[in-house]
């Protein structure tokens, strides 16, 4: 049996005791590959500096609560401070990443934290400061691409050519979608460079409820229910799956997520006929999140960008199935008429989404059935046959300069 994978994952986008869901993703892919027993992984997250723990700053409070380090589900993390600038922070933010993690990595390794690649998550600023990192102390370092990375913030010019310098410098390359493969490809990368590891999902956890009538009662549903769960941010869509339900007078609206845009929906919410249809949950914790699925009937994803939406599997497994906009990664989740549909992202496609899919709703056994297709296993047998491979090209210039024994 070959010797563990040693790792150390780096990303600033990683839960903390403060923030127990902030880049859960991250998180969970990698517990499953540790799960294998054939990998290890101590996790670098640093986290912005903030002088103060008062609630009155919001989630600026919520970084400076951070624990310095953490042991989550058997993992060591640490949270090194990184400085913010405002303004000018977009260009700077690698630098700045890379500065605090340089001295952070350097004292696990002085205290025998062993590990023989970088595991980096999110290209921009992360996975260039990852590079960096990678090149002083000799590692190699693989990134995985998750969306918004590169398929937005590579239109400003000087995260473009930071990008594209960590893209070149980089062992591997992973994109959680086949659309954001070709992103890659189109910013410079060797097609055989980019691995395609796709997200998968916690079957344990994402499943039916055993009693879903008593789920629906514990919500107070009494009629046919839609699901919108994420940030409540514009690029989310929830205000397009409120106007959708001009159009569906029977159906009520359930928004999971806490945001910026919460007063702007609670607004569209109070309009003439919507008046108690649509409920704003604020942010759950991970694990109330499939009595929530389980209780709905469709769960509508409405964003305008994702990666690979971890929601819509989630919802799938709970045995609901989902209507999603048209965008790169949703039309490789949502393959077949038991997983749901894919509408153009407009309130009344999505309306005509949802009526099609109750007009011939699939069981839910079947649903669920669909997303045990979607297991971790695979993920988790194509990072270890990367690793390994990338670890392996990175030893044997290091043997070949040593010359014969």
Not at 184 to 210: C, H, I, M, S
Request: glycine letters at 8%.
């Amino acid at each position: 049996m070959s010797a563990p994978v040693r790792l150390l994952t780096f990303s600033s986008l990683y839960p903390n005791a403060a923030q127990p869901t902030h880049g859960v993703f991250v998180e969970n892919r990698l517990r499953h590959l540790l799960a294998s027993g054939a990998a290890r992984s101590t996790v670098l997250a640093p986290v912005p500096w903030f002088p103060s723990t008062a609630p009155r700053f919001g989630a600026w409070a919520a970084f400076a609560r951070a624990p310095r380090a953490e042991t989550r589900h058997g993992i060591a993390v640490h949270h090194p401070r990184f400085a913010v600038i405002p303004r000018v922070g977009m260009s700077v933010a690698p630098w700045l990443l890379y500065r605090a993690a340089l001295p952070a990595a350097r004292r696990l390794l002085a205290d025998g934290v062993a590990f023989d690649a970088i595991d980096a998550h999110y290209v921009y600023p992360d996975g260039v400061a990852a590079v960096w990192l990678g090149a002083a102390l000799g590692r190699p370092v693989v990134i995985t691409a998750r969306g918004t990375d590169v398929n937005l913030i590579p239109r400003y010019a000087v995260p473009r050519r930071l990008i594209q310098g960590a893209i070149a410098q980089a062992a591997g390359l992973v994109a959680v979608s086949a659309a954001l493969a070709e992103v890659l490809v189109g910013l410079g990368a060797p097609a055989e460079k980019v691995t395609v590891l796709r997200n998968g999902v916690d079957l344990a956890l994402f499943r039916p409820p055993q009693d879903r009538a008593a789920a629906r009662a514990a919500l107070g549903l009494a009629g046919p229910t839609l699901i919108s769960v994420g940030h409540l941010i514009e690029r989310k869509g929830h205000d397009l799956v409120i106007a959708a339900l001009a159009s569906l007078p029977d159906w009520s609206l359930l928004i999971v997520g806490e945001g910026p845009e919460r007063a702007k929906l609670e607004a569209l919410a109070a309009h003439p006929g919507l008046a108690g249809r649509v409920r704003l949950l604020g942010g759950r914790p991970h694990g109330e999140l499939p009595a929530l699925y389980g209780a709905a009937d469709v769960l509508v994803l409405a964003s305008s960008r994702e990666g690979w939406a971890n929601v819509l599997l989630e919802s799938m497994a709970c045995g609901t199935p989902v209507v999603a906009s048209d965008i790169w990664g949703n039309p490789e989740v949502v393959q077949r008429p038991e997983a749901g549909r894919i509408v153009p992202r407009a309130a009344a496609a999505i309306a005509a989404g949802v009526a099609d899919l109750a007009a011939a709703a699939p069981a839910r056994a079947a649903t669920r059935a669909y997303a045990e297709e979607f297991s971790w296993d695979a993920t988790t047998e194509g990072q270890l046959a990367l690793f390994r491979r990338v670890i392996a090209a990175h030893a044997l210039p290091a043997a070949a300069n040593r010359g014969p024994a």
